[in-house]
């Protein structure tokens, strides 16, 4: 803005070359835009679901007005199939019906979003808002308080990063952790053999959870490779898979717009769907709220000590 204004040597200027999205014209003109370029949302769109609105103008600006609109077809079909379709059929419901089941029966407080493409590398960190302050409540819509399981905790990191961080506790940890897998056949940068190294990755690790590795299996390995029978009593226990964790395919054709739509939506619908099973509000954040009150109390006892104020540089020898 400030290079803006030197530039053009008249504020005046502002009000043709800026746009603002906004529900407040009074203030937008007092800023000095001209609200005939004010793009307006609605107060009942929340900020875990403004990309479908308004607020979705940065993404046409860094994707473009087609791909938006694509981005929406996708998220438009996946609407239409929710609500047509019947339950037993139905993605998000069968998906909010397999969360909550695992949370509450199997004692599964988290689950993972593990995405094999750079491009969904944070993918998981946008639903960890998206499920975690929608349906992390102890609150019924009733005002009691809830004797079972709510939202659960998500986390997530794309692909082979994860693989070297945390996939060793979800095979063979003491924490059940469902798994949703998602992953795009065609990449958008082929380089090499390079996708299909990271496909592979994903369906042996899919197939691992899915299946394990039992004592009989790992003890006919050893005899196949002629291994010292001596050793196989101390290295079975340590090859053994027993435990199956849950985990859930989410394979697409490629990783367009369109898909990208109904997968963020085929999300969203799915916690809209366990917030109306657990009986709580979902789109309500009461307790963010409460941290904001805090800060603006907290701000101005800051500015008052004196430990916050600047630093002496020291000398440099």
Known sequence: MTGFLKTAGDEKHVAKHFAALSTNAKAVGEFGIDTANMFEFWDWVGGRYSLWSAIGLSIILSVGFDNFVELLSGAHAMDKHFSTTPAEKNLPVLLALIGIWYNNFFGA????????????????????????????????????????????????EPGTNGQHAFYQLIHQGTKMVPCDFI???????????HHQKLLSNFFAQTEALAFGKSREVVEQEYRDQGKDPAQLEHVVPFKVFERQPPNQLHPAARNYAVQLGALIALYEHKIFTQGAILNIF??????????KQLANRILPELAMIKLFRPMIALPTV
């Open 109 to 156: 407080e988290t689950e993972a979003i593990l995405p094999y493409d750079q491009y969904m590398h944070r993918f998981a960190a946008y639903f960890q808002q998206g499920n975690m302050e929608s349906n992390g409540k102890y609150v019924d819509r009733n005002g009691n308080a809830v004797d079972y399981q709510t939202g659960p905790i998500i986390w997530g």
């Open 183 to 193: 992953a795009p056949a065609i990449t958008h940068n082929p380089l090499s053999d």
């Open 282 to 291: 979902t789109f309500d954040q009461w307790g963010v709220e409460l941290g």
